[in-house]
């Protein structure tokens, strides 16, 4: 699905956050390699990533799989990237929300270092913000609004409608929705997450597998300035073998 996207559009580089892509929580070196075939550039992550712990050693094996930046320092793997396509370098800017989530560093202030660092060698950056709060990711995008490319937010599954490119020529969405079973709760099978709005007990979720569809955000730039001048976002269907055991809920 992801080579024909990259024809239909003419795509030179493709971001996607694999977060959930192991069965819904975190992912595996195995699937990582897989989504790297499928024609993904670069993978980000957020929250989960550390959900299976076989994916420790891969930071060192692959380093365009990409954890927050704002994870504390000794934690494995790197938050942002730096690549050569073309004529051109192309960063990619992992960072992640702190309301409603872990209390790790700010991410605004590991942003503006990043940036120090990321804006001598190119222009072009984007931005995953992986947030819970919408108004945390939109203070991001005010924030870095003319600094970046792009800043597009992930985390919540649920696509939404305010994209836009700011005259400063920043791309903004709130979230770009996932990749999975949209006959569902956020990816789960509907009846152990109503059991658990209905009753307060815990129940073990597990990965639906109807209507999957891959969600995501085409943003066209002028590499010479870094800046964004369209971004369009896309649902489309999609099939998959097996997709209950190979699930994929790439927010991006």
Known sequence: ????????????????????????????????????SYGVDIQTSGNHIWDRHEIIK???????LLRPANYPSRS???????????????????????????DI????????????VLRRETDIIFVDFHAEATSEKQAMLYYLDGKVTAV???????????EHVSKRGTAYITDAGMTGAHDSIIGMEKEPSLYRFLTGVPKRFTTAADDVKLSGVVVKVDPTEGRAHHLERFRLDFEIENFRSDAAFSDI
């Open 1 to 36: 699905m992801i080579k024909p996207l990259r024809e239909k559009h003419a795509a030179d580089y493709v971001i996607a956050n694999v977060e959930n892509a192991a069965g819904g929580f975190g992912i595996t070196p195995e699937m990582a390699r897989k989504v790297f």
């Open 58 to 64: 891969y930071f060192d094996e692959r380093p365009k």
């Open 76 to 102: 494995p793997g790197i938050g942002s990237y730096v690549e050569t396509i073309g004529n051109w370098k192309i960063a990619t800017l992992n960072l992640m929300g702190r309301t409603y989530m872990k």
């Open 105 to 116: 560093d700010c991410p605004f202030q590991v942003a503006d270092r990043e940036l120090t």
């Open 152 to 162: 597009i937010g992930s985390h919540t599954h649920v696509q939404t409608a305010d």
